[in-house]
C-alpha cells in the first residue's frame, strides 16, 4: 500500500529541473508532496486531489494523473535550498483516515 | 505562535525500560499522528487520533501505546516490548472537520522530532 517514489536520489547543479514521481497500486483521493531537511521537521509543500483541485506554493508546480495512479513534483531552475528528502502521501478515498508515505527521495542542489 | 512542540528533542532508553515522548499542539487541530522515520523507510504511521479519547492502531503499533485525554496533547510510549526504538519520530497533527474527509483535504503540521536511541 505505500506509494513508490522515484527517483531515489537526484543530484542537481543551481538552475537544472528535476521531476520526481509517486507511484501507487491503488486509486488515488489526494496526493499531498512534503520536502525535510536533515533532521528537521517535513515541510508542507503542495495537496493535490481528485478533480484537479490543487493548494500549495506557487513556485512549485505538480500534477496528478488518477487514471495512472501517479503525482509528479516539478522543480524548476532548482536552488541550493531546494536540497531535502522530499516525500508524498496518498489518501485512497475521501473518507481515509491518515496519509501513507513513500519512502522519499533525495535531492542534492549545488553550486 | 501555533505550532506542534515534541519534547525531549533527544532521549536514551534503558533496556527493559518504557519511556515517553511528548507531542503538544496550540493549533486547534482535531487529528493527531506519530510516526517512526528510520533511515531509507520513509515515515511510518505509529497511531493516530481524530477525536480526543479515541485513537487507532497505523501500520507499527506494536511495542507502543498512546493516550488522548486533552484535544492538544498526544504522547507516546515506547514500551519495553518494542526491541528495536532507535529511531526519529514525528508527531503531527491536522484539523479535520468532522470525521471523514479532514485527512485528504487538509495539511498535515509536524513537530521538529524526538531522537530516541538505545543506551
Known amino acids: 500500500q505505500q506509494p513508490v517514489q522515484s527517483p531515489q536520489a537526484v543530484i542537481l547543479r543551481e538552475g537544472e529541473d528535476a521531476v520526481i514521481n509517486c507511484s501507487s497500486s491503488k486509486a488515488l483521493y489526494s496526493v499531498h508532496w512534503y520536502r525535510q531537511k536533515h533532521g528537521e521537521a517535513p515541510v508542507f509543500l503542495m495537496i493535490l486531489l481528485k478533480g484537479g483541485e490543487q493548494k500549495g506554493h506557487e513556485k512549485i508546480s505538480a500534477s496528478f494523473n488518477e487514471k495512472k495512479q501517479q503525482s509528479s513534483l516539478y522543480l524548476t531552475a532548482s536552488q541550493l535550498s531546494y536540497s531535502g528528502t522530499y516525500f508524498c502521501?496518498?489518501?485512497?478515498?475521501?473518507?481515509?483516515?491518515?496519509?501513507?508515505f513513500g519512502k522519499g527521495t533525495t535531492l542534492s542542489v549545488s553550486s | 505562535d501555533g505550532g506542534i512542540t515534541q519534547s525531549p528533542k533527544y532521549l536514551f532508553r534503558k533496556e527493559g525500560q518504557n519511556v515517553t515522548l511528548s507531542c503538544e499542539q496550540n493549533?486547534?487541530?482535531?487529528?493527531m499522528y506519530w510516526y517512526r522515520q528510520d533511515p531509507g523507510q520513509g515515515l511510518r504511521l505509529i497511531y493516530y487520533?481524530?477525536?480526543?479519547?479515541?485513537?487507532q492502531k497505523g501500520d507499527i503499533a506494536e511495542g507502543y501505546s498512546v493516550s488522548r485525554e486533552k484535544k492538544e496533547s498526544f504522547p507516546l510510549t515506547v514500551t519495553s516490548a518494542q526491541k528495536n526504538p532507535t529511531a526519529f519520530y514525528l508527531c503531527?497533527?491536522?484539523?479535520?472537520?468532522?470525521?471523514?474527509?479532514?485527512?485528504?483535504?487538509?495539511?498535515?503540521?509536524f513537530g521538529a522530532g524526538t531522537r530516541l536511541s538505545v543506551l
Open positions: 487520533s481524530q477525536i480526543v479519547n479515541d485513537f
Open positions: 502521501g496518498t489518501v485512497v478515498n475521501q473518507a481515509g483516515t491518515a496519509l501513507i
Open positions: 503531527a497533527s491536522s484539523s479535520s472537520p468532522g470525521l471523514a474527509g479532514g485527512v485528504a483535504k487538509n495539511i498535515q503540521y
Open positions: 493549533l486547534n487541530h482535531d487529528a
